[in-house]
């Protein structure tokens, strides 16, 4: 089986699609958070492979919830997903220790791209 991943965004059609293209590549899915809150709980729970973070989330954002996760595991391989026009946003991420970013809408290839990095 794939990599265990977990996937965080408040829009549970944006999770949907992330969670489609990964399960057609081989990757399996062990949970879903919709804030940052409840993705470092289930973090520490479900210990994933890799963690796909929105960004702007209520609760928790996504720049937070990294910089937490960081803090319960250094190693810990996270993806951004952002907007268009929110470049400053994943520029804080990826100081925050996110390995890299993907924007919406998801492009398959890309995202692809961007989780074998990550996972490297």
Known sequence: MGA?????????????????ILTKNGYQIVGEAENGKVALK????????????DITMPEMD?????????????????????????QA???????AGAKDF???????DRVMEAVRKALS
């Open 42 to 53: 289930k973090y520490q729970e479900l210990t994933p492979d890799l963690t796909t973070m």
């Open 4 to 20: 265990r991943i977990l996937i965080v965004d408040d829009a549970a059609f944006m999770r949907m699609m992330i969670k489609d």
């Open 102 to 108: 993907i924007v919406k809408p998801f492009q398959p």
């Open 62 to 86: 996504g720049i937070n919830a990294v910089k937490e996760i960081k803090k319960v595991d250094p190693r810990a391989n996270i993806i951004m997903c952002s907007a268009m026009g929110q």
């Open 89 to 95: 946003m994943v520029i804080d991420a990826i100081q």
